[in-house]
């Protein structure tokens, strides 16, 4: 059912240094400096770090490529990332107090904390919001004790809440943050989990500030890195970082794959799992052990041009393989689950228009 995909012209030479740069970085014994062959600046490189949110990952290992006035555009981001990510974990801080006061049973996922719980820092890479996952019988309630800091709601439309399973609060100031409010985990056109709650019932707790916050348990936390990787590559939109995530955490343990796959298969998301590795084989497998498991997922797709949809998803000369297609592979072939797939799918699409006048992205 998949539609014949250009394989496409070779990785350019700035995405060939963003590549050996993440493997210095994140692969032990790698070699050092830049990619072979490299000459050009790195202005180029920079811009597919920033819009992949990898910067602080790749800098070190480009530092004497880098300008005096591109390390102090590095220096500048890392600071600009403290800043931002020391107000989400302080405002965490407070969403944490407001709902233990209404017995609220919630934990974080992704931003400052799972950057703690994955790579040992509150700050590898800046966040834009505090995602919070919570059981949907306990939605309004939150959403109505938060207004005491201050959050009112930016997501209006019944579309969000119904179909997307969350909900923006937004707070101004000097430093306005957001925080999304989730009970469902993935958005329609992919498969979603079968049990968000169970999300729930496992956590690790983080300490900061002297308070431990509860987050998404490390277990879980890879699954969650694959379905941003999907969601992000159904929104054309840059996804390294969560294949960074993806890859520390599997990495060092040959039984971590099969774990990850069972644990996928649990919840459906066979397909998306599949997916996630083949997006971190492409990325990493040439200094490391392939971690490509089970049937191939977008087969007609080089690594090639896999990576270059990962860190340069606006580039005009990427050939996309169809929505409905890259929805079937994900299903694994099962007529069931992309029927009813689809169907979420038409039905947010219906809703989006109807709530907002705007349409989701076609399905090509």
Same mark, same amino acid.
């Given at each position: 059912?998949?539609?014949?995909?250009?394989?496409?012209?070779?990785?350019?030479?700035?995405?060939?240094?963003?590549?050996?740069?993440?493997?210095?970085?994140?692969?032990?014994?790698?070699?050092?400096?830049?990619?072979?062959?490299?000459?050009?600046?790195?202005?180029?490189?920079?811009?597919?770090?920033?819009?992949?949110?990898?910067?602080?990952?790749? #800098?070190?290992? !480009?530092?004497? =490529? &880098?300008?005096?006035? *591109?390390?102090?555009? /590095?220096?500048?981001?890392? +600071?600009? @990332?403290?800043?931002?990510?020391?107000?989400?974990?302080?405002?965490?801080?407070?969403?944490?107090?407001?709902?233990?006061?209404?017995?609220?049973?919630?934990?974080?996922?992704?931003?400052?904390?799972?950057?703690?719980?994955?790579?040992?820092?509150?700050?590898?890479?800046?966040?834009?919001?505090?995602?919070?996952?919570?059981?949907?019988?306990?939605?309004?309630?939150?959403?109505?004790?938060?207004?005491?800091?201050?959050?009112?709601?930016? #997501?209006?439309? !019944?579309?969000? =809440? &119904?179909?997307?399973? *969350?909900?923006?609060? /937004?707070?101004?100031?000097? +430093?306005? @943050?957001?925080?999304?409010?989730?009970?469902?985990?993935?958005?329609?056109?992919?498969?979603?989990?079968?049990?968000?709650?169970?999300?729930?019932?496992?956590?690790?707790?983080?300490?900061?500030?002297?308070?431990?916050?509860?987050?998404?348990?490390?277990?879980?936390?890879?699954?969650?890195?694959?379905?941003?990787?999907?969601?992000?590559?159904?929104?054309?939109?840059?996804?390294?970082?969560?294949?960074?995530?993806?890859?520390?955490?599997?990495?060092?343990? !040959?039984?971590?794959?099969?774990?990850?796959?069972?644990?996928?298969?649990?919840?459906?998301?066979?397909?998306?799992?599949?997916?996630?590795?083949?997006?971190?084989?492409?990325?990493?497998?040439?200094?490391?052990?392939?971690?490509?498991?089970?049937?191939?997922?977008?087969?007609?797709?080089?690594?090639?041009?896999?990576?270059?949809?990962?860190?340069?998803?606006?580039?005009?000369?990427?050939?996309?393989?169809?929505?409905?297609?890259?929805?079937?592979?994900?299903?694994?072939?099962?007529?069931?689950?992309?029927?009813?797939?689809?169907?979420?799918?038409?039905?947010?699409?219906?809703?989006?228009?109807?709530?907002?006048?705007?349409?989701?992205?076609?399905?090509?």
């Amino acid at each position: 059912m998949l539609s014949a995909i250009q394989r496409g012209p070779p990785i350019r030479a700035e995405l060939q240094t963003v590549v050996h740069a993440l493997r210095q970085h994140f692969a032990p014994g790698a070699p050092d400096g830049p990619a072979p062959g490299y000459a050009g600046d790195c202005s180029g490189v920079l811009r597919i770090a920033i819009a992949n949110k990898i910067l602080l990952y790749i #800098s070190e290992p !480009l530092r004497h =490529r &880098l300008s005096p006035s *591109e390390r102090a555009a /590095v220096a500048a981001y890392k +600071f600009r @990332t403290f800043q931002i990510n020391s107000t989400l974990l302080r405002e965490s801080l407070a969403v944490f107090a407001t709902l233990e006061a209404v017995q609220t049973p919630f934990i974080y996922m992704k931003g400052p904390l799972q950057q703690r719980l994955v790579h040992g820092d509150f700050f590898t890479r800046p966040v834009a919001d505090i995602d919070v996952l919570l059981p949907r019988r306990h939605h309004r309630a939150a959403a109505k004790s938060l207004e005491a800091l201050n959050y009112r709601s930016a #997501s209006t439309s !019944l579309w969000w =809440r &119904l179909f997307l399973g *969350e909900e923006h609060l /937004v707070k101004t100031g000097a +430093f306005p @943050t957001t925080i999304d409010l989730h009970y469902r985990l993935q958005q329609p056109g992919s498969p979603a989990p079968r049990r968000a709650s169970q999300y729930l019932e496992m956590i690790d707790e983080i300490e900061f500030s002297g308070t431990q916050l509860p987050c998404l348990s490390r277990h879980n936390i890879p699954l969650i890195s694959a379905i941003s990787i999907a969601k992000g590559l159904y929104n054309r939109e840059a996804t390294a970082a969560h294949v960074c995530d993806l890859f520390v955490l599997l990495q060092g343990d !040959l039984a971590a794959p099969a774990r990850f796959l069972a644990t996928a298969a649990d919840q459906g998301l066979g397909g998306t799992a599949l997916l996630a590795l083949r997006a971190v084989t492409a990325l990493f497998a040439k200094d490391n052990q392939p971690l490509d498991r089970g049937p191939p997922v977008l087969a007609n797709i080089s690594d090639e041009t896999l990576t270059r949809m990962i860190l340069t998803p606006d580039d005009p000369e990427l050939v996309w393989p169809m929505r409905r297609d890259v929805l079937w592979e994900l299903c694994l072939g099962q007529r069931t689950q992309y029927a009813k797939e689809v169907a979420r799918a038409l039905a947010s699409e219906a809703a989006l228009r109807l709530f907002e006048g705007r349409r989701l992205p076609e399905q090509n």
